[in-house]
């Protein structure tokens, strides 16, 4: 009897493989930050600051509008930069911004409610309108 050779299976192609393990990858690193972050932003200073930190502002710029002393926005962000929350461009002149784009709904409801926004806000591109008095 002639044994029939078992046909094996070809491997996925590099490109391929690659492309899983970076979403794979993706998915649970998103997880962990998101984790993370629940538990730095501890307070209501510092998810305002982490709503702002959409890479069009410095850390200035966040602490004039947040009114948050700049010193304690620094903090914060060094603290996020740390654990990998946050990334600055030095050849964008420091502005943060979240590796993960992630801001809770709350967070966003405390920012508009203790900061006061323009009509167009510079947090996530929200119409925030104001009440008028």
């Given at each position: 009897m002639a044994r029939k050779k078992k046909a094996k299976a070809k491997p996925p192609k590099t490109e391929e493989s690659l492309?899983?393990?970076?979403?794979?990858?993706?998915?649970?690193a998103g997880s962990v930050v998101i984790e993370l972050a629940?538990?730095?932003?501890?307070?209501?200073?510092?998810?305002?600051?982490?709503?702002?930190?959409?890479?069009?502002?410095?850390?200035?710029?966040i602490a004039t509008k947040t009114k948050i002393?700049?010193?304690?926005?620094?903090?914060?962000?060094?603290?996020?930069?740390n654990f990998g929350l946050l990334e600055e461009e030095s050849g964008k002149g420091g502005h943060p911004k979240r590796v993960i784009d992630?801001?809770?709904?709350?967070?966003?409801?405390?920012?508009r409610e203790?900061?006061?926004?323009?009509?167009?806000s510079?947090?996530?591109?929200?119409?925030?309108?104001q009440e008028k008095q």
């Open positions: 492309s899983q393990i970076s979403k794979y990858s993706k998915l649970v629940k538990k730095i932003a501890s307070t209501d200073d510092r998810k305002i600051i982490w709503v702002f930190c959409e890479g069009k502002l410095t850390r200035e710029q002393p700049k010193r304690t926005v620094s903090y914060f962000i060094d603290e996020c930069m992630y801001v809770p709904e709350e967070w966003k409801r405390i920012t203790k900061v006061k926004l323009p009509q167009q510079e947090v996530s591109g929200e119409n925030v309108q």
